[in-house]
């Protein structure tokens, strides 16, 4: 699975949009990208996961430059409810190895 | 239309004992990946199993450590003679087909070894 680096820590208000951005150099033509969100003392959650260009939910946004070597998480108008840790994870979708592979995630804090 | 279920939640054994955790994975779900997260850690892979079948233990330590997934039933981790160091935040995930990075993880067993 490709290595990924994203910062350890970002602070924002309640209300600002948020982007957190991943680099992962090394992704391979079959890799996806897939951001988990994970509250203290509950497992991660699912939140969104593209290939190319953009991918929008109800949650969040996901921008793919053409060259995939990074990617951004959008998280509109956030609330103090969004603090959270995000983890950018890359690998492929087809695999059959199954195992995600975790980072150290970016600490989100949104302060009122 | 429940999601992972873990229990127990919150797990105490004293050093020595036997923990057992147990995972229900999303209904129609075949894949279930148990995780481990340490204080002021990150989420560590320990194995991942199919129906009656281990197919990744690669994070699993080698000793004291076990993992299952009956036909029937939960799927079941399994740490014998427990120390200290085994005290962290254990996670299960399931997924309906294999390499779906659309995990759905559980709550998790906050195993603490007195």
């Known amino acids: 699975l490709a290595k990924t680096t994203q910062p350890i820590s970002m602070d924002s208000y309640e209300g600002q949009e948020v982007n957190i951005t991943c680099s992962h150099n090394n992704i391979a033509t079959n890799d996806y990208i897939t951001w988990y969100q994970q509250f203290p003392s509950q497992g991660p959650r699912f939140i969104i996961q593209?290939?190319?260009t953009k991918v929008t939910n109800e949650v969040a946004s996901l921008f793919i430059p053409a060259d995939r070597k990074s990617s951004t998480l959008s998280l509109p108008r956030v609330s103090l409810s969004d603090t959270a840790v995000y983890y950018c994870?890359?690998?492929?979708?087809?695999?059959?190895?199954?195992?995600?592979?975790f980072g150290q995630g970016t600490t989100l804090q949104v302060k009122p | 239309n429940a999601g992972v279920m873990q229990n127990p939640r919150h797990l105490v054994r004293r050093r020595g004992q036997e923990a057992r955790l147990r995972c229900s994975p999303v209904?129609?779900?075949?894949?279930v990946y148990w995780y481990r997260q340490l204080p002021e850690e990150g989420l560590k892979f320990m194995v991942y199993l199919q129906k009656e079948n281990i197919i990744d233990e690669s994070g699993m330590p080698k000793e004291r450590f076990s993992a299952e997934f009956p036909k029937e039933g939960p799927s079941i981790l399994r740490i014998q003679q427990v120390v200290r160091g085994d005290s962290a935040a254990y996670f299960c995930a399931s997924s309906p087909r294999s390499g779906d990075y659309g995990y759905t993880f559980g709550s998790g067993t906050r195993l603490t070894v007195v």
């Open positions: 593209g290939y190319k």
């Open positions: 994870l890359v690998g492929r979708s087809s695999s059959n190895t199954g195992k995600l592979i």
């Open positions: 209904k129609g779900h075949s894949h």
